[in-house]
């Protein structure tokens, strides 16, 4: 069965830093990846997804994440966090086959911006 | 854009009593979810719904819990006899059928905390 691990409980930068949430899966094969956001009151927003091809994903509000198969991670990343960013971030990960996956979410990551 | 959208916002229940949760998925979505998030855990998979049956469930979706769909737009979980470990944050989500590349993702709604006293 497949896992994933947020290593980071809670991350705090100031605004205008960079930013890099850290995702390390467990699969035996390559996955489905997702980083999902969510803002207080809010349900799960997909941010980006990892499916085939370029491993360089790239999502929306100026994320990215880069899949790297001998890491067994999908780090999310962003050059310059703005205040609205402050949320809840959860990498999960998808088994691939089937017509009904199942993503396996990460316990997330808490980001804090500081102004 | 369409929407998941999830009633009551906040459900305060005794323990041993029912709840049902409602959730309106995406109006041309086929497969549903539900996954519920006690505080400070991971979000955990309950249980999927395609074609008007249960097509996957996790070990935590005891005879406690159920599922209906009993109109063409609301999607429902019910909880027969709360208890106090049932407290969380329960999300629906629904999925378009399956198709390759973007379309295989879930759309989440704003989630329904439940707390049991």
């Known amino acids: 069965a497949q896992s994933v691990t947020q290593p980071d409980i809670h991350i705090t930068v100031s605004e205008g830093a960079s930013l890099e949430l850290r995702c390390n899966y467990s699969?035996?094969?390559?996955?489905?990846l997702f980083w999902y956001v969510q803002s207080p009151g809010q349900g799960l927003q997909l941010l980006l997804k990892y499916f085939s091809g370029d491993t360089l994903v790239q999502g929306i509000k100026g994320f990215e994440a880069e899949f790297k198969r001998s890491q067994s991670s999908f780090n999310l990343r962003k050059p310059s966090v703005h205040w609205s960013d402050a949320a809840e971030y959860f990498c999960?990960?998808?088994?691939?086959?089937?017509?009904?996956?199942?993503?396996?979410f990460g316990r997330g990551t808490s980001l804090i911006v500081h102004p | 854009e369409p929407e998941v959208t999830q009633t009551p916002s906040h459900q305060v229940t005794q323990m041993g009593q029912e709840v049902i949760l409602h959730c309106v998925p995406i109006s041309n979505h086929l497969y549903f979810y539900w996954y519920r998030q006690i505080l400070g855990q991971k979000v955990e998979f309950l249980v999927s719904?395609?074609?008007?049956?249960?097509?996957?469930k996790s070990e935590i979706f005891d005879d406690q819990f159920s599922v209906e769909r009993p109109d063409g737009s609301n999607f429902t979980l019910k909880i027969r006899s709360t208890k106090l470990e049932d407290s969380a944050m329960y999300f629906c989500?629904?999925?378009?059928?399956?198709?390759?590349?973007?379309?295989?993702?879930?759309?989440f709604g704003p989630g329904t905390r439940l707390t049991v006293l």
């Open positions: 719904f395609y074609n008007n049956e249960i097509s996957e």
């Open positions: 699969y035996g094969a390559t996955p489905y």
């Open positions: 999960a990960v998808g088994a691939r086959g089937g017509g009904s996956y199942i993503p396996t």
């Open positions: 989500a629904s999925r378009q059928i399956g198709l390759a590349g973007g379309r295989n993702e879930q759309f």
